[in-house]
C-alpha cells in the first residue's frame, strides 16, 4: 500500500457506519486520518439493518469484510408478500449474481452492532485515530488545511487537517457552516422500527425470508431477521401517538399471527425525508452520507447510498495527495455521487414506498427477471457518470447480464495470474487497471509495466507463451468467461478505476505501440501516470 508524503490528516466528523468506512478507505490508500465523534461511545439506537452487495464489496476492498460478516446473517432471497394473503408475490434471489460478484448476498446486521465491528477494524488499523468525545465547534480553511476546533471534556483545542469530510449526519454542523442548502421534503408519515424477541424457527415455525416486505394499502411492513432478533418496521401516520408496547405486539401479531411468546425489545421512531444537500464541497470540505442526502431506507437505500459516497472520494483523496492528479479531480465526486441519490436512490425509494402501499402496481424498477431485480436491489446496477455527459443508471433489467459499459461497476470474476488466481476487484484495489483483451500469442505491444498508479495486463483464454515477455502480466481466461461477461471483442481495452468501476471501453491496435491507456488516464486525473524509481 502506497502513503502520501504529506502527514498532515485528513479529518472526518462523525463516527457512524459512514464515517468508519470513509476513515478505512483512506486508511487503506495509505492517507493519513483522525475521525472525530461528539458523543463519548458509539450509538446504541435501534437503527438501519441491511447491508447490500455493493457494500459488501467496499467493505472487502478496505480491509473490514470479515468481520461484518462474522457479526451478521447471510441472506440469498428478498422477499415480497401480499399482506391480505400472507402468500409470497415475488422472490428476489441473490444466487443469480454469481457471474457478477464473490458475495451474491445481502446480510442483516444492526448499526449498533455494525459500529463496534469497523471501529475495531479501524482501531487495529490506524490505533489512535479515533477520538471521542469531541464535538466540532466551528473550522477555518486555509489554502493548505482546514483549522478544526473541538469541544472536548479537558477543554476545546485546535486540529489542522489536510481536508474535513463531514460524515455527522443529517443535521450535519459541517454543512451549516458551509452553507449548503438541503432541497427536498420531510414526509408528514415517520417510520416506527421495532425489535422483536420471538421464535419463528420451533416454537412459531414460520417460512418468510429473512428478508420480507408486506405489501398492503391500508397497512405495509418489513419483517427483517437480525442475528439476535427480529424487527419489523412500518408507517405511523401524520399526527400518530407513538404505540404502547401492548399496541406493538398486537401490530406484529396481525402480521405473523398468534405466537407463545413475543417481547418488544427496542423501538425507534424517526422522520421520513427525501432531502439532498445542493453542494456537497466547499473548498476543503466535503460531504458525505447524511450530511450530502437524507435518504428514506426502504430497500436499504439510506445507508448504503451512503457507502457509495465512502467508495468514491477516498481513492481521489489518495491520488491528490500523493501527487498523482490534479485536485481537480475531487471534483468528480459530486458529478458522479450526487445524481445517484438525489435522482436515482430517491426516486426508487419514493417508488418503493408507493409500491408497498399499492399505490402502484410495481415501484417502476422490478422486472420479470430476476437477474436485473438483484443486480438493482443489492446495488451493483449503479453506473457513474464518469465521462460528465450526464449517462447514469441504476437500474438493470432481464433475466441475463448485459453487456458491461463505462462507468459501470466490473464485475468482480477471477482470473489466473502468474501466481495462482486474483478476481478483477483486487487488481483494482489500489490503481487503475488496463485490460487489454487481445491474444498474447500474436505478440501484441503493451506499455511497460513501469507505474505504480496504473498497470497493464493481458486477458485471454490462450495463456501468454513463456518466450512472449508478457507471463508477468498476463490474466487467463479459461473459457472466455471474463471476456464474455463484460461482452467485449477481441482487441479491446477495458481501463478500470480504483473503486472498480470502468473508466473507459475502447479499441486497442496490438500492433501499435501506442499507450492509450496513459492518455485516458490523465485525461481523467489530469497528471500522467507517475514512474516508479529506476
Known amino acids: ?177 458551509i452553507g449548503a442548502v438541503v432541497e427536498g421534503e420531510t414526509y408528514q408519515e415517520r417510520y416506527m422500527l421495532v425489535d422483536l424477541k420471538v421464535d419463528l424457527d420451533v416454537e412459531n415455525p414460520r417460512d418468510y425470508p429473512y428478508l420480507a416486505y408486506f405489501g398492503d394499502p391500508q397497512e405495509w411492513m418489513i419483517l427483517v431477521r437480525q442475528p439476535h432478533c427480529w424487527r419489523f418496521l412500518y408507517p405511523l401516520q401524520a399526527g400518530q401517538a407513538e404505540p404502547s408496547r401492548e399496541e406493538l405486539a398486537d401490530k406484529a401479531r396481525r402480521f405473523i399471527g398468534d405466537t407463545k411468546t413475543l417481547e418488544i425489545i427496542g423501538t425507534n421512531i424517526y422522520h421520513v425525508h427525501q432531502r439532498v444537500a445542493d453542494r456537497w464541497q466547499d473548498g476543503r470540505v466535503f460531504l458525505l452520507g447524511d450530511a450530502a442526502h437524507l435518504i428514506t431506507p426502504m430497500w436499504a437505500l439510506g445507508l448504503n447510498t451512503g457507502v457509495l459516497d465512502a467508495s468514491n472520494l477516498p481513492w481521489r483523496m489518495a491520488w491528490v495527495l500523493r501527487g498523482w492528479a490534479e485536485p481537480d479531480l475531487l471534483d468528480g465526486y459530486q458529478t458522479e455521487q450526487a445524481p445517484v441519490a438525489s435522482q436515482g436512490s430517491a426516486a426508487m425509494a419514493a417508488a418503493a414506498r408507493a409500491y408497498m402501499a399499492r399505490r402502484a402496481d410495481d415501484p417502476g424498477v422490478m422486472t420479470a427477471g430476476n437477474w436485473g431485480n438483484a443486480f438493482t436491489r443489492g446495488m451493483l446496477g449503479v453506473r457513474l457518470d464518469v465521462d460528465g455527459t450526464g449517462d447514469w443508471s441504476m437500474v438493470a433489467a432481464g433475466d441475463d447480464p448485459l453487456p458491461v459499459l463505462a462507468g459501470a461497476r466490473s464485475p468482480d470474476l477471477p482470473l489466473i495470474g502468474r501466481t495462482g488466481r486474483v478476481h478483477l476487484h483486487d487488481l483494482t484495489a489500489d490503481a487503475f487497471v488496463a485490460l487489454y483483451f487481445t491474444d498474447p500469442r500474436r505478440a501484441p505491444v503493451l506499455p511497460p509495466q513501469d507505474s505504480p498508479a496504473l498497470r497493464h495486463y493481458v486477458v485471454s483464454r490462450w495463456d501468454a507463451p513463456h518466450d512472449s515477455g508478457l507471463r508477468d502480466r498476463a490474466l487467463f481466461d479459461p473459457g472466455d468467461r471474463v471476456r464474455r461477461r463484460f461482452a467485449v471483442a477481441d482487441d479491446t481495452l477495458v481501463l478500470i478505476r480504483p473503486d472498480g468501476h470502468v473508466a473507459a471501453i475502447v479499441p486497442f491496435d496490438p500492433g501499435a505501440d501506442r499507450d492509450a491507456a496513459s492518455g485516458i488516464y490523465q485525461r481523467i486525473t489530469g497528471c500522467p501516470p507517475p514512474r516508479d524509481p529506476a
Open 1 to 177: 500500500m502506497s502513503t502520501t508524503t504529506e502527514q498532515l490528516p485528513v479529518g472526518v466528523v462523525g463516527a457512524g457506519p459512514v464515517g468508519l468506512i470513509t476513515a478505512l478507505g483512506l486508511a487503506h490508500y495509505g492517507v493519513p486520518v483522525v475521525v472525530f465523534e461528539e458523543d463519548d461511545t458509539l450509538s446504541r439506537d435501534t437503527k438501519a439493518g441491511t447491508v447490500l452487495t455493493r457494500t459488501l464489496e467496499v467493505l472487502h476492498r478496505y480491509g473490514a469484510l470479515d468481520d461484518v460478516l462474522a457479526g451478521a446473517l447471510r441472506i440469498d432471497e428478498i422477499g415480497e408478500l401480499d399482506r391480505a394473503t400472507n402468500r409470497q408475490t415475488l422472490s428476489v434471489r441473490t444466487g443469480d449474481l454469481t457471474e457478477d460478484t464473490r458475495f451474491p448476498f445481502v446480510i442483516n446486521i444492526p448499526q449498533h452492532e455494525l459500529e463496534p465491528i469497523l471501529r475495531q477494524r479501524l482501531d487495529a488499523t490506524v490505533p489512535g485515530a479515533l477520538h471521542m468525545g469531541h464535538r466540532l465547534l466551528d473550522f477555518t480553511q486555509h489554502p493548505d488545511r482546514v483549522e478544526v476546533r473541538l469541544r472536548t471534556a479537558d477543554g476545546d483545542r485546535t486540529v489542522p487537517v489536510r481536508y474535513l469530510l463531514a460524515c455527522d449526519g443529517g443535521r450535519s454542523a459541517v454543512r451549516d457552516q
